[in-house]
């Protein structure tokens, strides 16, 4: 019997472990993107592309689940929309139709962040979390990480915003069931930001 309590008492201590690495290698990716960009670190291209190796990395070692098809790219287009046309709407005459200015290199840094972004926050760490606290717990802690995360780049008045983005994009991987669907909701809303600056 007792045999069988340390067997419990073992998975217990692995089922937090998993969750606490993954959560402080969170948080050491954004200490080397603020480390790396400084004051500009919302501008910094070296200080995004260092932080979404960071995620990349933590994520590999525990894939998520992937699920790739017509249901994923369908839930991320339309997260993607009902994320985009409401911000279009509302600011339309500032939109800036120029594509030159670093469009394309800008867009490449931006997709590979915002992908490592989701593949770690709606993929591993969803995966590891909901273990122990269930999809829905898991989906508001990933919220709320998601908000942190953009914390030095737009400011606390951007946290309320943010979190509510990442419930969204928490919804999108639980409709989903993959990471894919908020990765690609995340990636083509951060694509179209480029006209709203």
């Given at each position: 019997m007792a045999v069988h309590g340390t067997t419990l008492a073992s998975q217990r201590s692995q089922a937090w472990l998993r969750p606490f690495l993954l959560t402080t290698g969170f948080g050491g990716a954004i200490a080397v993107r603020i480390a790396i960009g400084g004051v500009a670190v919302r501008q910094s291209a070296a200080a995004g592309l260092a932080f979404a190796a960071v995620l990349a990395c933590l994520t590999s070692m525990y894939p998520p689940r992937t699920n790739p098809g017509r249901r994923?790219?369908?839930?991320?287009?339309?997260?993607?929309?009902?994320?985009?046309?409401?911000?279009?709407?509302?600011?339309?005459?500032?939109?800036?139709s120029a594509?030159?200015?670093?469009?394309?290199?800008?867009?490449?840094?931006?997709s590979l962040v915002a992908l490592a972004e989701e593949a770690f926050l709606r993929g591993t760490l969803f995966d590891a979390l909901s273990r122990s606290f269930g999809s829905v717990t898991t989906t508001i802690i990933c919220a709320a990480l998601f908000a942190l995360l953009h914390l030095p780049l737009y400011g606390i008045a951007a946290v309320p915003l943010d979190f509510i983005v990442g419930l969204w994009l928490g919804y999108l991987r639980l409709r989903s069931g993959s990471w894919l669907a908020p990765g690609i909701a995340h990636t083509l809303t951060d694509l179209v930001s480029w006209w709203l600056r």
């Open positions: 994923t790219l369908g839930y991320g287009i339309l997260g993607a929309l009902c994320l985009v046309v409401p911000i279009l709407i509302l600011r339309l005459p500032l939109v800036n594509m030159g200015g670093g469009y394309l290199a800008w867009a490449a840094v931006v």
